[in-house]
T-cell receptor, first 114, second 113 residues
Framework: EAGVVQSPRYKIIEKKQPVAFWCNPI?????LYWYRQNLGQGPELLIR????????DSQLPKDRFSAERLKGVDSTLKIQPAELGDSAVYLC????????????FGEGSRLTVL | GQNIDQPTEMTATEGAIVQINCTYQ??????LFWYQQHAGEAPTFLSY????GLEEKGRFSSFLSRSKGYSYLLLKELQMKDSASYLC??????????????FGAGTRLAVHP
């Protein structure tokens, strides 16, 4: 069974540029999460989807971050414009349904903003 | 508020036993999880405790005391491949809200020959 797939694995951009990350969850997983992980820290939740609905986006910086999950499968996370402090690993995770706590993570997209 | 504390780094010897502690404070505790994360890789699920006591899974065991806000992960017969970060995560359910998994900063374990 294929795991959670993310792309790109690495992205280097200059500040004020836009960037987008893509995630394909495990087939059949209704719940999808985007986390941000700074160096030496644990992952922090940005947004959680149940199918197409964003049920928790309280920690998403909405002035520059946006996300969508059309058709309840793939998801994209966008940052526009990027700032130096956005440099981090952006992790996508999925779970069967609800928040069981057993999340399956993708390998992440490492963003460097110069 | 929510707070999860675990040691930043630990070292141990191959074949030995190591215990990684985690203390937490949350408003709506609903389970505690341990994840393993090798450098540059995704976190992977290790264990889950919702009731007090010890859960054993092969070389790994996890303990929970809800009254003390305390958990530990016990790794036995350490192998070099166990060198990784171990993340303690608490599932918190604030009043009227959704479950949310909150991660600690992780404990970086180095296993030496």
């Amino acid at each position: 069974e294929a795991g959670v797939v993310q792309s790109p694995r690495y992205k280097i951009i200059e500040k004020k540029q836009p960037v987008a990350f893509w995630c394909n969850p495990i087939s059949g997983h209704n719940t999808l999460y985007w986390y941000r992980q700074n160096l030496g820290q644990g992952p922090e939740l940005l947004i959680r989807y149940e199918n197409e609905e964003a049920v928790d986006d309280s920690q998403l910086p909405k002035d520059r971050f946006s996300a969508e999950r059309l058709k309840g499968v793939d998801s994209t996370l966008k940052i526009q414009p990027a700032e130096l402090g956005d440099s981090a690993v952006y992790l996508c995770a999925s779970s069967l349904w609800g928040d069981t706590g057993e999340l399956f993570f993708g390998e992440g997209s490492r963003l460097t903003v110069l | 508020g929510q707070n999860i504390d675990q040691p930043t780094e630990m070292t141990a010897t191959e074949g030995a036993i190591v215990q990684i502690n985690c203390t937490y404070q949350t408003s709506g505790f609903n389970g505690l999880f341990w994840y393993q994360q090798h450098a540059g890789e995704a976190p992977t699920f290790l264990s889950y405790n919702v009731l007090d006591g010890l859960e054993e899974k092969g070389r790994f065991s996890s303990f929970l005391s809800r009254s003390k806000g305390y958990s530990y992960l016990l790794l036995k017969e350490l192998q070099m491949k166990d060198s990784a970060s171990y993340l303690c995560a608490v599932r918190d359910k604030p009043h009227g809200g959704y479950n949310k998994l909150i991660f600690g900063a992780g404990t970086r374990l180095a296993v030496h020959p």
